[in-house]
Every structure is written in structure tokens, then in C-alpha cells.
């Protein structure tokens, strides 16, 4: 089995920034596809970011395309998603997926583990 801790999220101006971070145990490989998906309330669960094992292929939702970075550290096991210049509408809980993936992607339904989520609130 595969655990997947978020931590980082909370509350913040619109136009200010968060680094969200997500810790792997368990029987994760390091070739594992890392990604954030989020899901705002009363909306479906939307991808944010992908990374690779070794980070040569990274993908972003147009959303957060140019505000956000992903990155992943493979001897520590977790994967950041900084978040710049937020806006009320990035509002959602943010979620931590991982699968044996050949490449990152945003389909949902393609990563079998995931984590509980954490809250970011981007208040006007």
C-alpha cells in the first residue's frame, strides 16, 4: 500500500502564495507519476500538476499555468506544488495522487493512490 500525507494548506490573501507538500510511504517507487488535483465544493475534482519520476516531464493545468511550480524530491519522498499569485478561485482542497503512470497526466481515474487533502482558502 501506498500513504500520502498533504500538508501546507490554509488561508491566504488573494495574490499572496502557498507551498503545498506531499510526504509518500509504503510501497511507492521512485518511477511513480506525482500530481495535485483540487476540488472546489460543489465541483468536480479538476488536475492541477503532474511531475515524472525524474522531473523531465511536467505538466499544468492552464488554471495555474505561469503561477505555479511543481517539484519533487526522490530521496525524501515528497512532492511540492508552490503556488504564486493566488486568486479567490483557486479555492479548494488540494489533493495528492500517485500511480504507476508511464507519463504524467491529467486524468484522475489514472492514479490509484491519493491522499486525504488539505484546505487552501484564498480570501478576496
Known amino acids: 500500500q501506498v500513504q500520502l500525507v498533504e500538508s501546507g494548506g490554509g488561508l491566504v490573501q488573494a495574490g499572496g502564495s502557498l507551498r503545498l507538500s506531499c510526504a509518500a510511504s509504503?510501497?511507492?517507487?521512485?518511477?511513480?507519476?506525482m500530481a495535485w488535483f483540487r476540488q472546489a465544493p460543489g465541483k468536480e475534482r479538476e488536475f492541477v500538476a503532474a511531475i515524472s519520476w525524474n522531473a523531465d516531464n511536467i505538466r499544468y493545468a492552464d488554471s495555474v499555468k505561469g503561477r505555479s511550480s511543481i517539484s519533487r524530491d526522490n530521496a525524501k519522498r515528497t512532492v511540492d506544488l508552490q503556488m504564486n499569485s493566488l486568486k479567490p478561485e483557486d479555492t479548494a482542497v488540494y489533493y495528492c495522487a500517485t500511480g504507476t503512470l508511464g507519463y504524467p497526466t491529467g486524468t484522475a481515474a489514472m492514479y490509484p493512490y491519493w491522499g486525504q487533502g488539505t484546505q487552501v482558502t484564498v480570501s478576496a
Open positions: 509504503g510501497r511507492i517507487v521512485v518511477s511513480y507519476i
